[in-house]
């Protein structure tokens, strides 16, 4: 069982930066390929980021390629993405998310965090 719980959330000018954490109950975080999703108003869930579980290989969007880094504290268990560079369409829910899997998507989650708003004014 593993518990992810979103933080860091708010309100930024198009060209700013921010830091959301995923904090993770359990001892088993580092096992779980971690990643990032978003849902914008009216839209489906997308894929963001994800990392692998000891952090050596990520995966990037290409709407956020070059803008966003995902990377993880196993000793702390927690995820980060370091957003930098927001634009409007960044506005959305993201959601924290793990799976036990070498890929991660939509159909391969197993936990899902509550998520967190991002909305970013131009």
């Known amino acids: 069982q593993l518990q992810l719980v979103e933080s860091g959330g708010g309100l930024v000018q198009a060209g700013g930066s921010l830091r959301l954490s995923c904090a993770a109950s359990?001892?088993?975080?580092?096992?779980?390929?971690m990643g990032w999703f978003r849902q914008a108003p009216g839209k489906e869930r997308e894929l963001v980021a994800t990392?692998?579980?000891?952090?050596?290989?990520?995966y990037y969007a290409d709407f956020v390629k070059g803008r966003f880094t995902i990377s993880r504290d196993n000793a702390k268990n927690t995820l980060y993405p370091e957003m930098n560079n927001l634009k409007s369409e960044d506005t959305a829910v993201y959601y924290c998310?793990?799976?036990?899997?070498?890929?991660?998507?939509?159909?391969?989650?197993?936990?899902w965090g509550q998520g967190t708003q991002v909305t970013v004014s131009s």
């Open positions: 359990g001892r088993t975080f580092s096992s779980y390929t």
């Open positions: 998310a793990a799976g036990r899997v070498a890929v991660l998507t939509g159909a391969t989650v197993n936990y």
């Open positions: 990392i692998t579980p000891r952090g050596g290989s990520t």
